[in-house]
Every structure is written in C-alpha cells, then in structure tokens.
C-alpha cells in the first residue's frame, strides 16, 4: 500500500522519536538509488559554502519554497530578515514550525502565499520542485505576481547535461524515447516495506533555465555555479 508524503512523514517519526529510517528513490525504469538516512534531511543543519555565499544574496521578506524541515529558512531567519516557507506537506511543516518558521502549507504549482517578496528561494534542488518544464515556465510566471519589482529568485539544481553514472545516462536515452525531457524525472519514496507514490522532478539545463527566465520576465544575473564533483 503505498503511503502519500511519505518523506515527510519519516521525518516527523525521526523528530518526534529519534528513530532514522532508511530512504531510497525509486525511478519509473525500476532502477532505486540509496539516499540519506532520513535524519540528514532533520538533524542536518550546516549549510555547504556555496549555499552559504547564495543566501547572502537574499534581502528584505523572504519566501522559501519547498522548506522543508525549515534548514534554510532557519539560517535566513538568523540573519535577521522576516522569512517564511511554504510546503505541501503538512508534516514537514509541523516540524519547520516547532522551528519558529512560519510556514504555509499548500501546492505551490497552484497557489502561493497571497503576499509580497524581495527574495525567493527554491534551494534543496528546489529548481526541479515543479516537476516538468511547462510547470516550471507556470511558476515563475506566478512569482512575478507576488514579488517585489526589483526581486531576485536564488534556486539549485541539478543539471542533466554533467551526469556521468551510466545509469542516469541510460535513463536520460529512456526520456528522449518516450518523447520526453532529457531532465525529466519520476520516481518515489521508498522506506523498507513502505512505498510512496511516484512524483515528476526535474532537472533543467543552465541553456534552457536562462531561455525560461527570459519568457517569463526574470533575468539569469549570477550562475550557474557548481560545488566541486557535483552535478
């Protein structure tokens, strides 16, 4: 039986009782891939130097979306500025508010907090939350809607064109037969004997992000930058 948001839940069971689960993904092509312990995306709180030098670039109300667990948020609040999260998942909020974050939970793919930002933030890979690149083209389009005139969107993720394991090779080739992205993803949770249900994530190219920007109204004015080894 599969469970819905089931990331979220092993991170409230971890928060409210300790205990990490295992976590794996498991793509659409059968293929599951060893993640974190589920109490890195809890516990973790240092941000990697990279992260670190982006976030400096957010100023005045700051909107985090996807937060998750409420790291990022948490960082940014501590700087001083007035940051809120949004999220879809009602447990990763409970534990970004036991956090002191003021946190919505809703979908942002169709609604988003009815209030106005200088800085966005999409970290966490949070530039592939949207799933596919018509909803990611819905997303900015929107943002422009509840953010500042001179707002800035800082936002990580992954870039299809740097992958090298044979894997994600093979499965990139699988997309372009199926007629679809080269970055596009689908896959799910899975936890020991519990499953998620599956979910499209993306993966967009620093060339195709810098001519989606263009068409919704945003300009591409630092990046992209890679941590060392990473994609």
């Not at 985090?64 to 500025?81: K, P």
């Not at 998942?89 to 534990?95: D, F, K, T, V, Y």
């Not at 933030?121 to 596919?132: D, K």
């Amino acid at each position: 039986m599969e469970t819905p948001d089931l990331f979220g839940l092993l991170c409230r069971e971890y928060f409210e009782t300790g205990t990490s689960s295992p976590l794996q993904l498991e793509r659409d092509d059968g293929t599951i891939i060893d993640d974190y312990p589920i109490k890195h995306y809890v516990k973790e709180a240092s941000l990697r130097p990279l992260e670190k030098e982006y976030l400096e670039l957010a100023r005045g109300k700051v909107l985090d979306i996807g937060s998750g667990t409420g790291r990022i948020a948490q960082y940014v609040q501590q700087r001083g500025l007035d940051v809120s999260g949004v999220d879809f998942s009602e447990h990763l909020a409970h534990i970004s508010r036991a956090r002191n974050i003021h946190t919505y939970v809703m979908d942002v793919k169709r609604t988003l907090p009815d209030e106005t930002y200088d800085s966005i933030l999409l970290f966490g890979n949070g530039l592939g939350l949207p799933g596919t690149i018509d909803e990611l083209t819905h997303l900015l389009k929107r943002l422009q809607e509840n953010t500042a005139e001179q707002a800035i969107i800082i936002g990580e993720g992954n870039d299809p064109t740097r992958m090298k394991e044979e894997s994600d090779l093979h499965y990139q080739k699988r997309n372009l037969h199926l007629c679809r992205y080269l970055g596009q993803r689908n896959w799910r949770i899975r936890s020991e004997s519990r499953t998620g249900t599956y979910f499209n994530w993306l993966q967009v190219e620093p060339s195709l992000l810098e001519k989606i920007a263009h068409e919704t109204g945003w300009q591409i004015l630092k990046g992209p930058t890679y941590d060392e080894g990473s994609q």
